[in-house]
């Protein structure tokens, strides 16, 4: 016991300069944006409570906290739904396959979101690669509306947000031992039975991680929310970007800024209660 | 000399910190700073605008950093005894909020040389006007064939999923709003009638977009056909190959004076203030005005010519009768309650 004690006193002096870091560049900024945010005026004289009283009893700027929050629970599910059966495909494949795989799923982190993004735009567009391609097989008369649409932005969404998905899932997936399923299988298992019962428990803490990941980036995906999405469709990251920008209103996008920030805290407390408790059930 | 680890520390982390912002050493005594627009404006500026300033001032040393006008505020607003910026570049909207928060030095006028020369929309002492921009219909004559002459055009019904406007987070999206208003007996107070007319466009709205910049690429993507459209976004796009064109309604185009000024506490006024007389240069603003920078002069020394001639305005005499100019205090006052209306009735 006495030897773990001094490791992590030794631990503790190699984070000092992160940890000198982190509060100059980090703790001391979001100081500074609750301090805004407790300003009643646009020209912050005084101080008081309304800029969040303001939000928290507006049912229009509760709406766009909660779309925001639900359009990250649709692009994590849907990135799980397919991020899962491709991290499965990559740890199962012969090495040669691996390496055109891995470059498959970490291709889209070599090229900028703003690029990804624009690249829907060509692909959801009236006259982009779905459109023309159903107009052409004469399934639809005149184009389809996926732009500017919450589905169209969800999934292109998902295909920029996927890698955060698929590479923890690998990690866990690489961990898992195949004899666990040989043993499974032998002890008369069915597939979704060895699913279920044992491939779902040991990954899930990779898959806490991968979900974790996925939400926060898309919940806070600025540009493809923006260019996907529209002008029209409104979420957190651009009513912020309004507020502080357009309309210099610096107090009420701080204050929103930290109700979004304590959401997204709620949010993340959720999945790792839920990731602690499959620690449980993995080793029970 | 016995040096403990952490005074080692501490002195490497300080020489690292100064490598790493060597400005920190530097405070006093930098170059002239310009922030000028980002992307077409930011090349005129380089290609036209500082070699005529460097060349009428002893090869004074400047740097562009373009950025974004609110981008710009917030930047002298945080530091507001030290700017990083000595002459900042306005729309009308965020002059107005810089002026108004004590963020601008008055211009000197007495001493410029080409202020007089310029038409009277463009003279203003916080900051004059070195060129305008110009909002029209923008219109795609590939697949609209006979061109579009009024903002009444943009609602007829063969238009339906076609058409494409912004929000108003920008100059141009919310100067659209207050001209439709003004189309229909609103005013800058009153947009009332704008909002009504946004509502039954409708069925016509393919895209609001984000920014003019998006909005303009979406005539690229054939997203959309028609909407209201900045002059000089549209050149660019037309330079570029993509079927576009712009034509000035009936009613008369929509100008915004953009405003040069120079930023409180610079400690480069003298040379800021040249910079913005370089700016009203007549010889400045007619090479300016030509292709590929297509860039409205306020000089009335300065001849209309090509596109600008052809498009906009023979004169300065016709420019006055064909610009609509938007008084943009009034509009400063009424924005944030338009765009909080805008974020919950416009859903398409």
Request: charged residues 15%.
């Amino acid at each position: 016991m006495s030897a773990r004690t001094d490791t992590a006193t030794y631990d503790l002096k190699l984070a000092l300069p992160l940890a000198a870091f982190f509060a100059a560049f980090f703790l001391a900024p979001l100081f500074i944006l609750i301090f805004v945010s407790l300003h009643t005026d646009v020209s912050m004289t005084k101080m008081g409570l309304t800029q969040y009283a303001k939000f928290l009893l507006d049912p229009f700027s509760l709406g766009v906290l909660g779309h925001t929050l639900w359009i990250g629970v649709e692009v994590t599910a849907l990135c799980l739904f397919l991020g899962f059966p491709m991290a499965w495909a990559y740890v199962r494949s012969p090495r040669w396959a691996q390496a055109g795989l891995v470059l498959v799923i970490l291709l889209p982190l070599l090229t900028s979101v703003v690029v990804r993004t624009f690249a829907w735009i060509v692909i959801l567009g009236r006259q982009g690669i779905i459109n023309t391609a159903l107009i052409e097989l004469g399934v639809i008369d005149s184009p389809l509306r996926l732009l500017y649409t919450e589905g169209g932005m969800v999934v292109a969404l998902a295909q920029v947000q996927m890698p955060l998905m698929v590479l923890p899932v690998i990690t866990a997936l690489s961990r898992l031992d195949p004899n666990l399923l040989d043993a499974s299988a032998a002890l008369g298992a069915g597939h979704w039975r060895t699913f279920r019962k044992v491939i779902l428990p040991l990954t899930f803490p990779g898959i806490v991680a991968g979900c974790l990941l996925t939400y926060a980036a898309a919940i806070t995906a600025f540009i493809t929310q923006t260019l996907i999405g529209g002008g029209q469709m409104l979420f957190m990251p651009m009513y912020i970007y309004q507020q502080s920008s357009t309309l210099n209103n610096w107090p009420f996008a701080a204050a929103i800024s930290i109700i979004f920030l304590a959401a997204v805290l709620v949010a993340v407390t959720l999945f790792n209660m839920v990731g602690r408790l499959s620690k449980g059930y993995a080793q029970a | 000399m016995i040096v403990s680890r952490r005074s080692l520390l501490t002195s490497a982390l300080a020489l690292g910190a100064m490598h790493a912002f060597p400005r920190l050493t530097l405070a006093q005594a930098r170059r002239l700073v310009f922030a000028t627009f980002t992307g077409s404006w930011e090349e005129a500026h380089k290609d036209v605008l500082v070699p005529a300033f460097r060349k009428a001032n002893n090869n004074a040393e400047i740097t562009l950093d373009p950025m974004l006008s609110m981008d710009q505020i917030a930047k002298v607003k945080a530091a507001l005894q030290n700017p990083p910026i000595d002459v900042m570049l306005h729309d009308p909207g965020p002059a107005l909020q810089a002026i108004d928060q004590g963020l601008v030095e008055p211009f000197p006028v007495a001493k410029s040389q080409y202020y007089k020369d310029l038409i009277a929309d463009a003279q203003e002492p916080m900051g004059p006007a070195p060129f305008f921009q110009v909002v029209g219909i923008t219109y795609n004559p590939d697949k609209i064939k006979k061109p579009p002459t009024s903002w009444a055009d943009i609602w007829k019904p063969e238009y339906k999923g076609r058409v494409g406007i912004t929000n108003l987070n920008s100059t141009l999206g919310t100067g659209w709003l207050v001209e439709v208003a003004r189309m229909r007996g609103g005013s800058e107070a009153d947009v009332e009638a704008g909002f009504k007319a946004i509502e039954e466009l409708k069925p016509n709205l393919a895209a609001v977009a984000a920014n003019p910049g998006q909005l303009a690429t979406l005539y690229q993507q054939g997203q959309i056909d028609i909407g209201p459209g900045n002059f000089n976004a549209i050149q660019i796009l037309k330079a570029r190959g993509v079927p576009v064109e712009f034509v000035a309604p009936k009613e008369g185009a929509i100008a915004f004076k953009t405003t040069i000024h120079i930023v409180k506490n610079s400690p480069n006024v003298e040379l800021a203030a040249k910079l913005i007389d370089a700016s009203l240069a007549p010889e400045v603003q007619a090479k300016l005005m030509e292709s590929p920078y297509l860039i409205v002069p306020t000089n009335t020394k300065v001849k209309m010519a090509g596109e600008i001639a052809r498009a906009l305005a023979k004169d300065h005499a016709d420019m006055k009768k064909k610009f609509v100019f938007q008084d943009w205090k009034k509009i400063n006052e009424h924005r944030a309650s338009w765009i909080e209306r805008f974020n919950r009735d416009i859903k398409i």
